[in-house]
């Protein structure tokens, strides 16, 4: 089922302002039924709820990069930027099928942002390009590191 046009401007704002999400780009594929996120953790916010949430076998003082690797984390993550979206009144396909997760962030320099801290969409898609497709053809949960940036997604299973 084709992806109907949505604004991922709107999509990026409302995720955002999810506590655990420090930055974040949607990505979108024409041939998915929903879009996922490339999203850079808030590191004090994360550590903060993963002491809280207890998460089996999540260290919380583990570094962000670790965190970012871990199957609960990300589960978190997605959770959480969706019931952000829901609360927002989203559509179900306006909701993350999954989260890309990388602890590096994203300055002027690397090219991912403006100066004016806008997300250059295409140079972040390019970039993670490899871990887009590979998640764009399976449909199991995968789990990829890609050097230099710890990167990992995985599926909704909800």
């Not at 109907?4 to 041939?31: D, F, T, W």
């Not at 919380?60 to 609360?87: F, H, R, S, W, Y």
């Not at 320099?109 to 998640?135: D, L, M, Y």
Request: aromatic share 6%; net charge neutral.
């Amino acid at each position: 089922m084709p992806l109907q046009y949505i604004a991922l401007e709107q999509l990026e704002s409302v995720y955002k302002s999810c506590a655990l999400v420090a930055n974040l780009c949607v990505h979108a594929s024409p041939e998915a039924k929903q879009p996922m996120a490339i999203i850079i953790p808030h590191e004090l916010n994360l550590r903060h709820a993963l002491e809280g949430a207890k998460l089996n076998g999540v260290d919380a003082t583990a570094p962000l990069a670790d965190l970012c690797a871990n199957k609960a984390v990300q589960q978190l993550i997605l959770k959480e930027t969706n019931e952000m979206g829901k609360k927002n009144g989203f559509k179900p396909m306006e909701t993350l099928e999954a989260v890309i997760l990388t602890a590096d962030e994203w300055t002027p320099e690397s090219g991912f942002v403006t100066a004016a801290q806008k997300v250059q969409r295409t140079k972040v898609a390019r970039h993670f390009e490899r871990e887009i497709k590979v998640r764009s053809s399976c449909h199991t949960p995968l789990v990829l590191n890609s050097a230099p940036l710890s990167v990992l997604f995985m599926w909704q299973t909800f």
